[in-house]
């Protein structure tokens, strides 16, 4: 007796629909995130390294 053979069968699934209708404002969003993404990840890469984050700023010594 093996217990993977009975129950339900998974439905196949079905091919993805291809959205060719995209309208300005749906490409100027993608291109948005796309540089956003890119952002974040020169971001990530510095973090990474150990370097600064953002440039410039006054740094306090912490005595009074």
């Not at 053979?5 to 300005?24: C, F, I, M, R, Y």
């Not at 796309?34 to 600064?52: H, I």
Request: glycine share 12%; hydrophobic share 20%.
């Amino acid at each position: 007796m093996s217990g993977r053979e009975g129950g339900k069968k998974k439905p196949l699934k079905a091919p993805k629909k291809q959205n060719s209708n995209v309208d300005d404002d749906d490409k100027a969003f993608k291109q948005k995130q796309k540089e956003e993404n890119k952002k974040m990840e020169e971001m990530r890469k510095r973090a990474a390294a150990g370097g600064p984050l953002a440039s410039g700023g006054i740094k306090k010594s912490g005595k009074k």
